[in-house]
């Protein structure tokens, strides 16, 4: 048994490089595990200046200097930072209050549109199925309104630590971006010289990532628009909310769109009824779908990302619940991540040297 561990050991950890790597992801993973909320502006922060790079190599380009492509891109960001701050979040804010004014009134229509199903079909829902599902209705409202009003009043204390995002975070992205060579030449200082193995997973996942990552915002933007504009021309209610819902729901695939169809119907459903406007607004919604998953993402995608479904899946519930929403966004790269080190990781001496050499 010792012999076989001794192989399996030899064959995987042969080299510096690669303990180095080992131990470079355990620590990782362990500050964001243990560390995750204290490091928040910081990731964060990383993130938002990854994402900009892409727009700052662009402008270079195009021929702007460096510091005329950084500034402008900073002056974007800090635009569309105050636009969501000032004007958008409080919009967000005031309808979701509303909306859970109306959950009430919501409820009553859900009983009156049960009431109307059981006249209609009363040979196949009997009076105690329609009071069953009256009173189950009822109470997951009333659990819900009493979750929005407990996590309201824990966010409370919370301000402070929005605070800290408002500064932190611009002051954070602006070094991030004015001094990347630095930051990375600082980082590559303690790997080892030689490093073929990193420097191919780097570069991988580099590209990878990069492309999801601005490809998932480019997205979100889209299809938050699109469908703001979409529900704002049919007058429906909560228009703002709901499209920002439907824009962040392409975080998570295959079950965002599923999950956030729900407030979209019963919104519509409240406001119309069974009328043609309601199923209108099902329609517009579904080409909005269909164009998103057919059209749109095959475009800012194309073939990056090469997992299956179970795969990402997997990835969305275990790296969401360790880190949320932003486990959320980046659960796709982190799988892939994984995947492109399993694929790289030398299994022994002359594989290894074949490998990182191809």
Not at 329 to 355: D, E, M, Y
């Amino acid at each position: 048994m010792l012999k076989v561990f001794n192989r399996w050991y030899n064959q995987i950890f042969f080299d510096e490089e690669s303990l180095i790597l080992l131990l470079l992801i355990a620590v990782g993973l362990v500050l964001m595990v243990t560390m995750g909320d204290i490091l928040a502006p910081f990731v964060a922060s990383a993130i938002v200046a990854f994402l900009l790079q892409g727009l700052v190599s662009t402008l270079r380009r195009w021929g702007l200097p460096r510091w005329a492509a950084l500034w402008l891109t900073y002056l974007l960001f800090i635009g569309v930072f105050l636009t969501m701050l000032v004007f958008i979040m409080p919009l967000v804010w005031r309808q979701l209050a509303a909306l859970f004014n109306e959950l009430p009134g919501m409820v009553s229509a859900v009983q009156q549109g049960l009431l109307g199903l059981q006249e209609s079909f009363s040979d196949i829902v009997s009076e105690e199925q329609l009071a069953e599902w009256s009173t189950m209705a009822g109470s997951e409202v009333s659990r819900l309104g009493q979750w929005l009003f407990a996590m309201s009043v824990s966010q409370l204390p919370n301000v402070v630590g929005i605070l800290i995002y408002v500064v932190l975070v611009p002051i954070l992205v602006f070094f991030m971006l004015l001094d990347k060579d630095k930051i990375l030449a600082w980082i590559s200082a303690f790997l080892p010289a030689e490093r073929p193995l990193m420097r191919k997973v780097w570069l991988e996942m580099n590209d990878q990532v990069a492309n999801y990552a601005r490809g998932k915002a480019i997205e979100i933007l889209l299809v938050g628009v699109a469908t703001y504009i979409a529900f704002a021309v049919m007058g429906l209610h909560y228009a703002v909310l709901l499209s920002l819902l439907v824009g962040v729901s392409v975080l998570v695939p295959y079950i965002g769109a599923a999950v956030v169809t729900i407030p979209v119907a019963m919104v519509g459903f409240f406001q119309w009824g069974w009328t043609g406007e309601f199923f209108y607004l099902m329609l517009v919604y579904g080409i909005i779908q269909a164009l998103d998953g057919n059209v749109l993402v095959p475009l800012l995608f194309s073939e990056a990302v090469n997992l299956h479904p179970i795969a990402i899946i997997l990835a969305v519930l275990l790296f969401g619940g360790f880190w949320g929403l932003w486990g959320v966004f980046f659960a796709i790269p982190l799988a892939t991540l994984i995947k492109a080190l399993l694929q790289s990781w030398p299994r022994n001496g002359s594989q290894a040297v074949k490998t990182v050499t191809e």
